[in-house]
């Protein structure tokens, strides 16, 4: 399933396998688009989907919260301090648009900035994507590491307009449709479904 456009921003999701325990919801792929590039892995089985439908959840309810004071800065910049900080050994002497290394780390994660990745192994790939509320718009950046640095031709950004209090926005119009699709409650539908369709296919098979 693909909620949005794929070239400005869109989830897609796919659900191989559903489970009924919480934690692991379903196995199958979680992709987002930006800009009509894809970040993740697009591959059946390729992770437990929990954390990655959580994370869309949290999104939702946590707007208007995503904000720091770098967040009009250039893509590429916001990109290469957001690598520098968290993967790479400066001894913490590094300064990241007037802030220290602690002050930074401190914002992306306090603000909740990093999307991706959510936890699970869905982003395994060495995709990010980082969110921004700035005003009623949101910002998302996308890049890719595929070694310890950023490639600069993997970044990507898409700019979504209309974000305060309970508007129906561009970034609501295709999280929320993915959350309510792919409830805890569908995934169990569809086990239920797989272990009727199991049993049947072994009375056959008897």
């Given at each position: 399933?693909?909620?949005?456009?794929?070239?400005?921003?869109?989830?897609?999701?796919?659900?191989?396998?559903?489970?009924?325990?919480?934690?692991?919801?379903?196995?199958?792929?979680?992709?987002?688009?930006?800009?009509?590039?894809?970040?993740?892995?697009?591959?059946?089985?390729?992770?437990?989907?929990?954390?990655?439908?959580?994370?869309?959840?949290?999104?939702?309810?946590?707007?208007?919260?995503?904000?720091?004071?770098?967040?009009?800065?250039?893509?590429?910049?916001?990109?290469?301090?957001?690598?520098?900080?968290?993967?790479?050994d400066n001894n913490?002497?590094?300064?990241y648009f007037?802030?220290?290394?602690?002050?930074?780390?401190?914002?992306?994660?306090?603000?909740?900035?990093?999307?991706?990745?959510?936890?699970?192994?869905?982003?395994?790939?060495?995709?990010?994507?980082?969110?921004?509320?700035?005003?009623?718009?949101?910002?998302?950046?996308?890049?890719?590491?595929?070694?310890?640095?950023?490639?600069?031709?993997?970044?990507?950004?898409?700019?979504?307009?209309?974000?305060?209090?309970?508007?129906?926005?561009?970034?609501?119009?295709?999280?929320?449709?993915?959350?309510?699709?792919?409830?805890?409650?569908?995934?169990?539908?569809?086990?239920?479904?797989?272990?009727?369709?199991?049993?049947?296919?072994?009375?056959?098979?008897?």
């Open positions: 399933m693909t909620v949005g456009d794929t070239s400005i921003f869109a989830i897609e999701s796919e659900i191989t396998r559903a489970f009924e325990k919480p934690s692991w919801r379903g196995l199958g792929f979680f992709v987002i688009h930006i800009a009509g590039h894809d970040y993740g892995i697009k591959s059946p089985g390729q992770s437990m989907l929990a954390c990655s439908f959580d994370e869309v959840g949290t999104r939702i309810t946590g707007r208007g919260t995503h904000q720091a004071p770098f967040a009009e800065a250039p893509a590429i910049d916001i990109a290469n301090a957001y690598t520098s900080a968290i993967y790479l913490g002497n590094e300064t007037g802030m220290n290394e602690g002050q930074f780390t401190k914002t992306l994660y306090s603000n909740s900035l990093v999307w991706a990745p959510d936890g699970d192994e869905a982003f395994d790939d060495g995709s990010y994507v980082l969110q921004f509320d700035v005003g009623d718009r949101v910002r998302l950046i996308a890049f890719k590491r595929p070694e310890s640095l950023v490639d600069p031709a993997s970044v990507r950004e898409a700019w979504l307009i209309g974000l305060q209090n309970h508007d129906c926005t561009e970034f609501l119009a295709v999280t929320i449709p993915l959350v309510r699709g792919l409830s805890y409650s569908a995934a169990a539908r569809l086990a239920s479904r797989n272990a009727v369709r199991s049993i049947e296919g072994n009375d056959r098979a008897i």
